[in-house]
């Protein structure tokens, strides 16, 4: 099934653009890693809040606002230049196990981030409220562990 579409988004012309233009995969990797920066620094703000490890203050509502924000738009921009590497390389990518449990990854803490978002601070009060957030962090590192890791395996 991934061989097969990994064979046609190859015959695409972005596909050929992509490989045929070599600035293109290092520009958008290196905005990819910028989005993986700025959603990292968004996701930790927002956690070590909920860990109880981060000052809270009456601030805090629009530093959590604040952080959401950033960690929105920088995943608009992961979701985008990934796009543009998966077509640039579709083989590569879509034929990688470990590219396959990074996107099962991405999907967990899709459905974990909509809990904090929908929450919020009353996360803060509950029990379960840290453990979201303990899990949060690990799957994040997970999923930079795995995106990294692609290229080697």
Do not use: C
């Amino acid at each position: 099934m991934f061989e097969q579409a990994s064979q046609q988004i190859a015959q695409t012309s972005a596909s050929a653009f992509i490989a045929n233009h070599l600035w293109v995969t290092p520009l958008v990797q290196s905005v990819h890693i910028l989005a993986i920066a700025a959603l990292s620094g968004a996701l930790l703000m927002i956690n070590l809040r909920l860990l109880g490890l981060a000052p809270a203050d009456d601030r805090s509502p629009s530093v959590m606002r604040r952080s959401g924000l950033v960690g929105l738009y920088a995943g608009l921009v992961l979701l985008l230049t990934g796009i543009v590497l998966v077509i640039g390389e579709p083989a590569r990518e879509l034929t990688n196990a470990l590219f396959q449990v990074k996107m099962v990854l991405v999907a967990a803490i899709m459905a974990a981030v909509v809990l904090v978002v929908r929450r919020g601070d009353d996360l803060r009060r509950e029990a379960g409220g840290k453990a979201l957030a303990a899990v949060t962090i690990v799957l994040w590192a997970s999923i930079i562990f795995a995106g990294r890791w692609i290229a080697y395996v």
